[in-house]
């Protein structure tokens, strides 16, 4: 238990050291900069080359999302994310040592022994892919959907939009990533950083106001007239769990035939079926579905 309690005091004050690190100083994997420099330029963006044109600058819920914009990708961390992580990782490896096994003993790739390039891209590819899986099961299991109306409450897309949502998604999707990211263990901090933000980028125009879908791109990379359809509110009868589940990639759904784009989606209407009783504030959002406004 003594070591348990340790995790929870270092991870915290470990994490909180490293939270006001990012904010006073100034670096190129600067994820507290990079995300106000990422948002700014796809906003921007947006203002420039808005695809709906009668949208406002500041949409609906534009201020709501922004603050979980910094709360889901740096509080949350503080909060319950790092501690749990580390836990989950040391609780692992106790098991694993049970059986005289440790983590490298399931590594079938070490990217470090393959081309720069070639091992960063094999990272992408394999942490985009589960990704892409768990946000299927988000949608097909009730229980986990419940959590991820949280991001689907959205009725007007914007940049900030990408990062609304519930406490428990992080937690699903780490959890699912852990083993296979440790299978092709060898990468290095820098390696997450550039798929972090080509995620983050990608994620942002998305979800931004942008008529944009690549040109032939588009059955490669996710983009915002594809993904405009994920968030539709009605569906045909066969796709009722949804479409489009892409993360940074489409090509996922265009391989296994969940891709959905019937036409132009510009002024579709957004949201969930009953979404009108959904809660409308940071809070009781991130009760749901423990407790509902009332």
């Known amino acids: 238990m ?18 006001v690190s990012e904010v006073t100083s100034f670096h190129w994997e600067n994820y507290f900069y990079g995300l106000i420099i990422v948002s700014l330029v796809v906003w921007g963006l947006e203002l420039l080359f808005p695809w709906r044109k009668n949208q406002k600058v500041f949409r609906k819920d534009f201020w709501l999302d922004t603050f979980y914009m910094f709360f889901n990708f740096f509080l949350l961390n503080l909060i319950v994310l790092i501690f749990l992580s580390n836990t989950a990782e040391a609780l692992f490896n106790d098991v694993l040592s049970l059986v005289n096994l440790n983590v490298s003993d399931f590594e079938l790739i070490d990217i470090n022994a393959l081309p720069y390039g ?16 768990t946000h299927r099961l988000l949608h097909r299991f009730p229980f986990l959907w419940n959590f991820h109306k949280v991001h689907h409450s959205v ?6 939009a990408h990062l609304r949502y519930h406490w428990m998604e992080p937690i699903v999707y780490k959890s699912l990533l852990y083993i296979p990211i440790a299978i092709i263990g060898g990468f290095n901090a820098e390696d ?8 983050l980028t990608v994620g942002h125009l998305n979800h931004a106001n942008l008529g944009w879908d690549y040109g032939v791109l588009r059955y490669v990379l996710n983009n915002p ?3 405009i359809w994920h968030h539709a509110k009605e569906l045909p009868e066969h796709t ?37 009783t959904f809660p409308h504030d940071f809070i009781h959002q991130e009760l749901y579905p423990l407790k509902t406004k009332e």
């Open 192 to 199: 997450v950083a550039i798929v972090h933000f080509f995620a």
């Open 240 to 276: 009722k769990y949804g479409v489009n589940y892409g993360i940074s990639l489409s090509i996922w759904d265009y391989l296994f035939k969940t891709d959905h784009v019937p036409y132009n989606g510009r002024d579709i209407e957004l949201g969930f079926e009953n979404d009108e």
């Open 225 to 227: 007239k594809m993904h």
């Open 155 to 160: 009725k007007e897309m914007g940049f900030a």
């Open 118 to 133: 070639l091992g960063l891209l094999v990272f992408f590819l394999v942490s985009d892919f589960v990704q892409w899986n």
């Open 2 to 19: 003594d070591k348990y309690l340790d995790i929870f005091r270092t991870s915290h004050s470990g994490y909180w050291n490293y939270l």
